[in-house]
């Protein structure tokens, strides 16, 4: 790749120069395992940094479906008022139709204990949404680009 069409910033950002070879940085997060084989864990855009600990979504996500009453959600950092460098975890959820008819904050309140059954503290929601459909990409993916707004 030479570069984005008409976008020199976005070449600059995404091009950059290593050992005296141009690496493409694509904004992926990883890891390596001891054999040598190497995982996609998340978007660099997507991770939430709460009180110096970085949450990855896709993790928290993955752990989360296994709750019977989320059909479909989305995670993102929105910024924490306490404290300006760092972030809050929010949840966006499209409840499963077995759960469609229970009140919400009953079925926030499962969600959340579900959550700190499953996760360290500081990856836990602290606000979650329900939604009667996440947004998706044209490609099928969670917009959440449109959830940010």
Not at 52 to 74: N, Q, R, T
Not at 122 to 142: H, R
Request: aromatic share 8%.
């Amino acid at each position: 790749m030479k570069g984005y069409l008409n976008k020199p910033e976005e070449t600059e950002n995404a091009l950059g120069g290593h050992d005296g070879k141009i690496w493409m940085h694509t904004g992926d997060v990883g890891r390596m395992d001891e054999d040598g084989f190497v995982y996609v864990v998340d978007r660099a855009k997507d991770m939430i940094i709460v009180g110096g600990y970085k949450v990855f979504s896709s993790e928290v996500e993955d752990k989360l479906y296994k709750h019977p009453a989320i059909e479909m959600c989305a995670l993102i950092g929105i910024p924490n008022p306490d404290r300006p460098d760092s972030e809050i975890v929010k949840r966006f959820v499209q409840k499963s139709e077995a759960y469609a008819d229970k009140p919400d904050e009953e079925v926030k309140e499962e969600i959340i204990a579900f959550s700190k059954e499953k996760l360290a503290p500081y990856k836990v929601p602290k606000i979650v949404e329900f939604m009667d459909a996440i947004p998706l990409t044209s490609v099928g993916k969670v917009n959440k680009k449109s959830l940010r707004v």
